[in-house]
């Protein structure tokens, strides 16, 4: 059965690649029936945060992807020492007793290039090592690459194709550090091995690690899954997107906050050096499941397009808008009524209408933060008039007609678009004006804005109470 992981470390928030990946991941494990482990990677004990951890979680509930499993490496540890305490016994790796001032990296350097083994603790008998172990010395454990038999590591990539590198290029990297922890490569490979993760979908920064992987996956007699690494997200200069240089840019929840709905935001993200066959843009979640594969991938890194005045991409922007005006009503009404509240407003007890006033107006909006700023003539009573609309006001005889229209509506019998078209029709004919006037003055007067949806759509979804008292207050 196809099992993939997403395994984040908590060192700071939910970065944007780090959520394509995990979206990814997701897909893949849906379209294939499989399972999708969310595997919290806190070994790095001096960098993690619990407030990282917040962070990670706050963004993937978020995005609305649940995961199947759950664990975190911390509460695992005694696997991995195990594990490394195996390929240690089948001759696989060695102690290293340097003392500490390198001995816990992984890519120490000597003069005159790089570092590749420490020959002398390479080649210790497994007495001396035992004695020196057992004498309490701290030491750290190394994987004992392969020399001088002229082997090569290979394997296929998803993305990238064939891959191989020779083993005497690998350094005898850490597996356990002189504390006793496992290095990352250890850790991610042992879970890896236990959990039977079949397929590893993760950034092209770890392509090269996985030659050490797969020695490792070897030396613990596992199945070897296969893998598949994914192009980088960059800035518009090129650059890496870093939390530390970039800031917010690179974080999952401003665009939560900037009112994203979750799965325009997964529709962009899977975007970012991902596209369909037919070069859709605009797709659901149920779409792009339907149709994500590896084939789709582009192996050049995809670039975040954004400014210092604004971190948001203008396509996601786009994205976003789209989803709005076109999604089905009844699953926008739950994030537009969030987004109100949070702002201080009340949607409509009276559900159909409340439904009919987020149709009405959604065709411009861009964002749910649009409903309670762009929105708030209909869901508050105090909002700001644009000049343009002021001017429409201020045209001669323009008050009086629309407080008479006012007037006229509050004793009629009807209240809908098409009763009071032809209330205010009528009484431009009786008054010999153009409809004009009273369409942009109602406008102006009922929303404070020059432009929005139809002039009559706006008299019922403001509500008949609402708009007497604004024609008559004017």
Known sequence: MLRVRFAPSPTGYL????????????????????TLILRI?????????????TSIFEGLKWVDLPWDEFYRQSERLDL???????????????????????????????????????PGMREMSAEESERRAAAGEPFVLRFRTPRGAGRVVKFHDGVYGDQDKKAEDIEDFALLRSTG???YHMASCADDADLKISQIIRGQ???????????????????????????????PDGSKLSKRKHGPVVSVTTYRDRGFLPHAYVNFLCLLGWSPKD????????????????????????????TEEDPIDPKAQWLNGQH????????????????????????????????????????????????????????GDTFPTEAASEAKLNEPGAREL??????????????????VEAELRKLATEEAVKAGVLINGSRAALTGQAVGPSAFHLFTAIGRERSIQRLKGV
């Open 181 to 183: 922890m496992p290095t």
């Open 41 to 53: 990677d806190d070994t790095d004990v001096e960098r993690n945060t619990e407030a990282s951890l």
């Open 80 to 118: 991995h020492r195990r594990l490394a305490n195996e390929i240690l016994a089948k001759g696989h790796a060695y102690r290293d007793f340097t003392p500490a001032h390198a001995a816990d990296a992984d890519e120490d350097k000597n003069e005159g290039g790089q570092w590749l083994a420490n």
């Open 324 to 379: 709005i005006r076109t999604m089905p009503l009844t699953e926008l009404l739950p994030y537009v009524k969030q987004s109100l509240e949070a702002a201080g407003l009340k949607a409509p007890e009276d559900a159909a209408h409340f439904g009919h006033v987020v149709d009405t107006i959604r065709a411009r909006f861009v964002s749910l933060g649009d409903f309670a700023v762009k929105g708030l003539p209909y869901f």
């Open 279 to 306: 070069n859709r843009e605009q797709m659901t979640r149920q779409e792009i499941q339907d149709i994500f594969s590896f084939e789709g991938i582009n192996r050049a890194n995809a670039v975040v397009n954004f």
């Open 205 to 235: 920064d770890h392509l090269t690690n996985t030659f050490k992987h797969i020695l490792i996956f070897e030396a613990l007699g596992a199945e070897i899954p296969k893998f598949a690494h994914l192009p980088l997200l960059i800035a």
């Open 402 to 419: 629309l407080r008479e229209l006012g007037a006229r509506l509050e004793v009629a019998q009807e209240f809908t678009e098409a009763s």
């Open 15 to 34: 970065h944007i690649g780090s959520a394509r990946t995990f979206i990814f991941n997701w897909m893949y494990a849906r379209r294939h029936g499989g």
